[in-house]
């Protein structure tokens, strides 16, 4: 079978910084994604890792250790505008581009 | 538009009749994706079209769900005698063949009463 798991919700507060982990259980692995989501809006691409290590993409950065089955969202310097859900998701098939997601991380930031 | 659209953005039917979901990707987007995501959960995957191969049909949940797709353009996600189940919002997404960052549209709401 196939599970990612994700904690549910995470709260933080301006300025710090949070990790949101993942870790997964799949068919195949050939990279793990993450999405955000604002209540009501569309999910959007945050960021891509296939290899192992660390992807820095401005405040956010993204970390996969394909040994562990883990990776994690790093955001670094909070604002409000971060308060979303988080998704992670992973990419199975090296043929298609179908990813299986994650039930999702709800990140709420406070002043 | 510069989006993927979807539509409607809200759909409110009875238990037993068949409803239609339109998804227009992006120009040039190959791949397109559906997906339902339930209240506060994940999204769950349903079908993926790349290009002319044959759909990747595996996360259709019953026969009731059906999907079809004109070339590389209109996706219609069809749901037959819709069940209170089906209630969720599905997503549609597109992708540039081999990428991996998906662009997702608003979704459509569907409520079945």
């Known amino acids: 079978g196939q599970s990612l798991e994700q904690p549910s919700e995470v709260t933080a507060v301006e300025g710090a910084i949070v990790q949101i982990n993942c870790t997964y259980q799949t068919s195949g692995f050939y990279g793990l994604s993450w999405y955000q989501q604002h209540d009501g809006g569309a999910p959007t691409f945050l960021s891509y890792?296939?290899?192992?290590g660390l992807e820095e993409t401005g405040r956010f950065s993204s970390f996969l250790s394909r040994s562990d089955s883990y990776g994690y969202l790093l955001l670094q310097e909070l604002q409000m505008k971060d308060s979303a859900s988080y998704f992670c998701a992973v990419r199975e098939d090296n043929y298609g581009q179908n990813f299986v997601f994650g039930p999702g991380t709800r990140l709420s930031v406070l002043p | 538009g510069a989006g993927v659209s979807q539509s409607p953005s809200n759909k409110v039917t009875e238990k037993g009749k068949d409803v239609e979901l339109r998804c227009d990707p992006i120009?040039?987007?190959?791949?397109l994706y559906w997906y339902r995501q339930s209240l506060g959960q994940g999204l769950e995957f349903l079908i993926y079209f790349q290009g002319n191969s044959a759909p990747d049909k595996s996360g259709l949940p019953s026969d009731r769900f059906s999907a079809e797709r004109t070339g590389e353009s209109v996706s219609t996600l069809t749901i037959q005698r819709t069940q209170q189940e089906d209630s969720a919002v599905y997503l549609c997404?597109?992708?540039?063949?081999?990428?991996?960052?998906?662009?997702f549209g608003q979704g459509t709401r569907l409520t079945v009463v």
């Open positions: 997404a597109s992708s540039l063949g081999g990428s991996v960052e998906a662009f």
């Open positions: 890792n296939a290899l192992d």
């Open positions: 120009s040039g987007h190959t791949a």
